[in-house]
């Protein structure tokens, strides 16, 4: 497939958008139910999604893999990274959480570079460091207070990293919905066993962020596939940034908590690092 960058570039910001409505689910979910819980309701609700989205769709002889192997690898780095990461989200706020896995992006382009060969210019790298510094500003984080779960973070951000190159080259041979599908049965698998032992009766409302949350995740899930199979990883990889942005809108709109002054220098360096990678995407 011929790479179209602006394509997943729009993609990536489209998935950002459904992972902060996602994982605002999740912090919300985390006080109430098991995180075990939470994961296996959310792979369920994606799995069953993707096999029913294909199928009706007529795309059925999609959803048979043609890289089992590189899908089996996803689903579990999905189920440990994702794990990690629902621990540390249960304990940490959401924006130590934030600026911990959005080391991610950093591990993502030298992945990108070392496994698939995708160069970054020097432009490119300044704009990802540049992204970072904003983000490190726009949240301010309490890293004086690093413990165990924050270690549980970098852990999934490094995860994340390993996946998403993986899913780089899975997109070239299967489709977005047989790498989200598969990778989330992988994980009802393992689950499905422990529930009875732990599984807590949500109420209504709970029960409704609980189909929030798989329905996001399948969204945020199947939109970043498509960003990855249409742009290299170094140029998608930064807009993760932009998740922070839609997380501060989110507070400010619904929390009723609006930006400060740091927000603002932030939010001016992430766009700047943002129309750095648009002008390295449009040399592509």
């Not at 602006?6 to 109430?32: P, V």
């Not at 621990?87 to 924006?95: F, I, N, P, R």
Request: hydrophobic share 55%; proline share 5%.
């Amino acid at each position: 497939m011929k790479d179209r960058p602006l394509l997943g570039i729009a993609y990536a910001n489209a998935a950002m958008f459904a992972y902060a409505i996602h994982d605002s689910s999740i912090k919300a979910l985390s006080t109430g139910y098991p995180v075990m819980q939470s994961q296996f309701t959310r792979a369920l609700m994606i799995g069953a999604g993707a096999m029913l989205i294909l199928w009706l769709a007529g795309k059925a002889s999609l959803i048979r893999p043609r890289r089992p192997g590189l899908i089996a690898f996803r689903g579990f780095s999905g189920l440990v990274g994702f794990g990690l990461y629902f621990l540390g989200l249960a304990h940490l706020s959401l924006v130590d959480t934030y600026a911990l896995f959005l080391t991610g992006p950093l591990m993502i382009a030298v992945l990108g570079s070392l496994f698939l060969k995708e160069r970054l210019s020097i432009r490119g790298w300044f704009a990802l460091i540049l992204g970072f510094i904003g983000v490190l500003i726009l949240l301010r984080p309490g890293f004086g207070g690093f413990s165990v779960w924050g270690i549980a973070i970098l852990g999934a951000a490094a995860i994340y990293a390993l996946s998403m190159v993986a899913t780089r080259e899975m997109t070239r041979t299967d489709s977005s919905l047989t790498i989200v599908g598969w990778a989330a049965m992988v994980s009802i698998v393992v689950l499905a066993p422990i529930q009875p032992f732990i599984w807590v009766t949500p109420d209504t409302t709970d029960l409704l962020l609980m189909i929030g949350l798989g329905v996001t995740a399948l969204l945020a899930q199947t939109l970043t596939t498509q960003a990855y199979s249409h742009a290299p990883t170094g140029i998608v990889a930064p807009f993760d940034y932009v998740a922070l942005i839609y997380i501060s809108l989110i507070s400010w709109l619904v929390f009723d908590q609006p930006p400060e002054w740091h927000t603002a220098i932030g939010a001016i360096l992430l766009v700047t690092s943002g129309m750095m990678i648009l002008r390295e995407a449009r040399k592509v």
